[in-house]
């Protein structure tokens, strides 16, 4: 009985509130481009990134690393930027490892180690999470500043989802239906934008990261995404991620 009611009597965990949670989430959000330095400006943005594993990881989407590649220079090479203000911080990419089939890359990066983000132990996402995701919103357009939105999980769904058009089929998804891919991604109601491709979605009660943003549904024109959003995105489940930096 003693042990019963000292049970009883056990404050409860603490949980953070959501301006720490974001606090402590942003300093370990880095921005993912590629850098040369005879252009003008030097850094071109590609998607967002976060730091994992021991600090010189940070995870990101395929897609992110592969956009505009056909495009690039020889001498092009691709870094991942510190936010702050004023001068930005450079760090160079070593090398790399992606996971095509749920769009998910880590990069390995130069310099001392940064703070990295928790990953969930939880084998399952409720639908009605509290989730916020930070990131870079428009990309470059806004500056290197990360920018914090709201929302909740609405559902686990095949990640082949039917298409009204052929003209949504992307690379990403004839591969994943070419190779008769069946995984489940999380379906977010929350706003986001082009440039948070690559995002942390996180419990905003503990900060420990439940998905990576890789999808925004978009109603018609790519500039509704801006001036119209349909508050629909897609998250790539963390236990992908886990088995990635496991390799």
Do not use: C
Not at 173 to 179: C, F, K, P, S
Request: hydrophobic residues 45%; proline residues 7%; glycine residues 8%.
């Amino acid at each position: 009985m003693a042990a019963l009611a000292a049970g009883l009597l056990a404050p409860l965990p603490v949980l953070a509130d959501l301006v720490s949670t974001v606090a402590s989430v942003k300093r370990s959000i880095v921005a993912v481009g590629t850098f040369l330095p005879t252009r003008s400006p030097q850094f071109r943005f590609l998607g967002t990134g976060f730091v994992v594993g021991d600090g010189n990881q940070v995870a990101t989407n395929v897609h992110v690393l592969a956009s505009g590649s056909e495009q690039r220079s020889p001498n092009e090479r691709i870094v991942v930027v510190l936010p702050g203000v004023g001068r930005v911080s450079v760090r160079a990419v070593e090398r790399e490892v992606r996971d095509m089939e749920h769009d998910l890359a880590v990069m390995w990066i130069a310099g001392p180690a940064l703070p990295p983000l928790v990953l969930s132990d939880s084998n399952s996402t409720p639908d009605g999470l509290e989730i916020a995701l930070t990131g870079f919103p428009l990309g470059a357009t806004l500056g290197v500043i990360p920018a914090t939105h709201k929302g909740i999980i609405s559902a686990s769904v095949p990640a082949g989802l039917p298409l009204n058009s052929s003209a949504q089929l992307d690379s990403s998804t004839i591969h994943r239906l070419a190779a008769g891919a069946r995984f489940d991604v999380l379906q977010l109601d929350v706003v986001s934008y082009p440039g948070n491709s690559g995002s942390p979605v996180y419990d905003t009660a503990t900060g420990e990261v439940v998905g990576v943003l890789n999808m925004v549904l978009v109603n018609g024109i790519r500039q509704n995404a801006v001036i119209n959003p349909s508050r629909i995105s897609y998250a790539i489940p963390v236990s992908h991620l886990k088995a990635l930096l496991a390799r």
